[in-house]
C-alpha cells in the first residue's frame, strides 16, 4: 500500500501537524510499509464478530450532576501561554 | 548489602525496627542516583529537596507507629503521570516546562501510604517506544551493557529499580511499557488488569489500553504495590469496581494443582536461540515445583495482535494528543494565524515516533478508510480476546516469553519502525484483551537478561503473583545486580 504525497499532505492536515519536506518524503516511505503489515488483518474473517471498543464490560458510566469544588482558576492558567484578565489569550479564530 | 539495593519489604522491617531511619534510606539512594545517572540517565527530574522533606514525615510517622509498607521507601515514578509541583514531560518537548496543578490517583494513594518520590522517570516520548530511545531529551543506558536499549517506554523506572536509584517505581504500559523493559533490566513488572488501578493523572496514550502498574525488585513488593495503587477511582470512568484482595497472601512457594499452558505462537520466528534455552529451562522449572504444563497450546490469532494494535493504539492516540494545541498549557509556537501556530507547535512539539502514529491513526480512521482499518481491528481484537477467554477455561496462566531477544544495541532499530514495534510482538496481545500480565526474571542469555511473562484472565493477578513468586524463590535470578562499576558488563 503505497501513500501518496498527496494524502500525507491531506492527513497531516487534518490532525494539524506542520510537516518538512524531509518529514513528509521520510514519513511516506515508512508509513507505506507499515501499512503493508495491516494487509494480515484482511485474512480474518470478522462477519459476525462484533467490534471492541473496551475490554471491560462497562457501559454509561455516569454521576449525579451535583455541583462539586473544581480547581482554582490560578492553577489552571499558571501552565497558560498567553492570558489576560483570566482567559486563555488565543489567536483570531474568525476572520475580520 | 548497600541499602538502595534494599527491596520494599526488606528496608520496611528495618524502618519498623528502627535500624534505618527513612533519612538514611533516602539519602542513601540519593547518594547513589548522583554517583550513577552520568552512566544510565534515569531520571528527567530529581526532585532530592521534596525527598528529604518526604523522608523526614515518613520518620514522624514511623514514630508514632502509623506506617504502611511503603512509607518512607524511595520510589521514581514515571514522567507520564501527574505530579502536583513538579515538572511532568512526557519526555517530550511539547510538555517540558508543563507542571500539573494535580496529583494523579495513583501519586495521592502512595502519598497517602508515604512514599518518598525521588524523582520522574526518562521515556519514550508520550509512551511511543520499545526503547526509550523516542524520548525528546536523551537516551537511557542499560545497566547491564550500557551500549544497549533498557527498553520502554518505562525504560527509566525499569533501570532506576534495577540500579538501586529507586527501591521501587511505577510505569505505564499501553503495549508491553512496564513488562518489556522489566525483562530488559531484571526486574519484575505487572500491568494489570485492565480498570484495575486508576487511569486518572496518566497522560493518556491509547485510553482503551493503558494501565499503570509496579516496577519492582521481587513479587512481593509488586503485591505490596499493588495493594495501594489498585481499586476503584470515580475520577476514571474506566475504573472497574472490584474489592482489592491483599495480594501478598498470594505468595505461595509451590504450583501444586496449577495447570498452566504454553501458546507456541509466542515462540516466534526470529526469536533468538538463547532466549528460547532460558525460556523453556523456566517453564521445566515450573513443572518441578509442581504445575502440569501443556507446551502445545495454540492462540491462533496470535499474528494478528501487531497489526490491530498498531491500528488501535495510533487511532486512540491521535484522539488523545488532539489536545496538544498551543492553547492552554505546553509548548505554544506564535505562528502566522491561528493555524499556523497549531500545526507549528505540533510540528515542533512532537518528535518523529510521536508524528508517525498521529498520522497512522488519523489515517485508518478518516473517511474511506475507516471500516477496512480501525473498524476491522477492533473486530478482530473480539477474536483476541475471546481466545484468551476460552484458554483461560482450560488454564490457570499461560507462560510466554517477554520478548523474543534480549536488549538490542543502541540505534539498532530506532530508524527502523516495524523493527521497533517487533520488539514488542509477545506483549501487545496482553493489552488488546485487557489481561493482566506479569515479567519476572528468568535468567541470562549472553550475560543479558532474559524475562519471562505469566499471563491470567482478568482480576487473577493473585494467580500470577503465586507462580512468580514460587518461580522467584526456587531460582533468584532477581537478585543479580547489574556490576555498573565495571562499565555495565
Not at chain 2, 79 to 99: K, P, Q, W
Not at chain 2, 166 to 174: K, N, P, R
Not at chain 2, 406 to 416: A, C, L, M, Q, T
Amino acid at each position: 500500500m503505497k501513500l501518496s504525497r498527496e494524502e500525507v499532505v491531506h492527513i497531516a492536515a487534518l490532525c494539524r501537524l506542520g510537516l518538512s519536506e524531509e518529514e513528509l518524503e521520510r514519513f511516506q516511505e515508512q508509513l507505506s510499509n507499515i501499512l503493508d503489515n495491516f494487509d494480515i488483518l484482511q485474512q480474518v474473517d470478522t462477519s459476525d464478530v462484533p467490534p471492541t471498543a473496551y475490554p471491560i464490560p462497562l457501559e454509561n458510566v455516569v454521576r449525579e450532576d451535583e455541583v462539586a469544588p473544581s480547581s482554582p482558576q490560578d492553577d489552571i492558567l499558571a501552565n497558560a501561554p498567553r492570558q489576560e484578565e483570566g482567559y486563555f489569550r488565543v489567536r483570531a479564530v474568525l476572520e475580520q | 548489602m548497600n541499602r538502595y539495593d534494599l527491596t520494599i519489604h526488606q528496608a520496611h522491617q528495618l524502618l519498623k525496627k528502627r535500624e534505618v531511619s527513612a533519612l538514611e534510606l533516602t539519602k542513601a539512594v540519593l547518594e547513589h542516583i548522583a554517583h550513577v545517572e552520568k552512566k544510565v540517565h534515569a531520571f528527567v527530574t530529581v526532585t532530592a529537596d521534596e525527598a528529604l522533606r518526604q523522608a523526614a514525615q515518613a520518620d514522624e510517622r514511623i514514630k508514632s507507629d502509623d506506617l504502611t509498607p511503603l512509607t518512607g521507601v524511595p520510589a521514581l515514578i514515571k514522567d507520564n503521570m501527574c505530579t502536583r509541583g513538579i515538572a511532568t514531560t512526557c519526555s517530550s518537548r511539547m510538555l517540558e516546562n508543563f507542571v500539573p496543578p494535580y496529583d494523579a490517583t495513583v501519586v495521592e494513594k502512595l502519598r497517602d501510604a508515604g512514599m518518598v518520590m525521588v524523582g520522574k522517570g526518562n521515556m519514550d516520548e508520550f509512551a511511543m517506544g520499545s526503547s526509550n530511545e523516542h524520548s525528546a531529551f536523551f537516551i537511557t543506558s542499560n545497566p547491564w551493557d550500557l551500549a544497549r536499549v533498557p527498553g520502554g517506554s518505562s525504560g527509566g523506572p525499569a533501570v532506576a529499580v534495577s540500579t538501586g536509584e529507586a527501591i521501587y517505581a511505577l510505569g505505564s504500559d499501553t503495549g508491553g511499557s512496564i513488562r518489556q523493559p522489566a525483562g530488559f533490566c531484571n526486574i519484575v513488572g505487572l500491568k494489570p488488569t485492565y480498570g484495575r488501578v486508576s487511569r486518572f493523572g496518566l497522560v493518556a496514550f491509547a485510553s482503551s489500553l493503558d494501565q499503570i502498574g509496579s516496577m519492582t525488585r521481587d513479587v512481593a513488593d509488586s503485591a505490596l504495590v499493588m495493594n495501594v495503587i489498585a481499586g476503584y477511582d470515580p475520577r476514571d470512568s474506566t475504573s472497574v469496581n472490584y474489592p482489592v484482595p491483599d495480594y501478598t497472601k498470594s505468595l505461595i512457594p509451590d504450583l501444586k494443582g496449577l495447570k498452566l499452558g504454553v501458546p507456541k505462537e509466542y515462540f516466534v520466528e526470529g526469536m533468538q536461540r538463547g532466549v528460547e534455552e532460558v525460556m523453556r529451562t523456566a517453564i521445566a522449572k515450573l513443572e518441578e515445583l509442581g504445575a502440569t504444563v501443556d507446551w502445545e497450546v495454540s492462540l491462533s490469532h496470535t499474528k494478528y495482535a501487531l497489526a490491530a494494535y498498531y491500528i488501535i493504539a495510533p487511532s486512540e492516540a491521535m484522539a488523545n494528543l488532539a489536545r496538544y494545541d498551543g492553547v492552554k498549557y505546553g509548548f505554544s509556537y506564535e505562528g502566522k494565524n491561528m493555524w499556523d501556530a497549531m500545526e507549528k507547535t505540533r510540528g515542533y512539539g512532537f518528535g518523529p515516533e510521536v508524528k508517525r502514529r498521529i498520522i497512522l491513526g488519523t489515517y485508518a480512521l478518516s473517511a474511506g478508510y475507516y471500516d477496512a482499518y480501525y473498524l476491522k481491528a477492533q473486530k478482530v481484537r473480539t477474536l483476541i480476546r475471546r481466545e484468551f477467554e476460552e484458554a483461560f477455561e482450560r488454564y490457570d496462566a499461560l507462560i510466554t516469553p517477554t520478548s523474543p531477544t534480549v536488549p538490542f544495541k543502541i540505534g539498532e532499530r530506532v530508524d527502523d519502525p516495524l523493527q521497533m514495534y517487533l520488539s514488542d510482538v509477545c506483549t501487545l496481545p496482553i493489552n488488546i484483551a485487557g489481561i493482566p500480565g506479569l515479567s519476572v526474571p528468568a535468567g541470562f542469555c549472553d550475560g543479558l537478561p532474559v524475562g519471562m511473562q505469566i499471563l491470567g484472565k482478568p482480576f487473577s493477578e493473585e494467580v500470577l503473583f503465586r507462580i512468580g513468586y514460587a518461580y522467584e524463590q526456587a531460582t533468584g535470578w532477581g537478585e543479580r545486580r547489574p556490576q555498573l562499576e565495571k562499565g555495565g558488563k
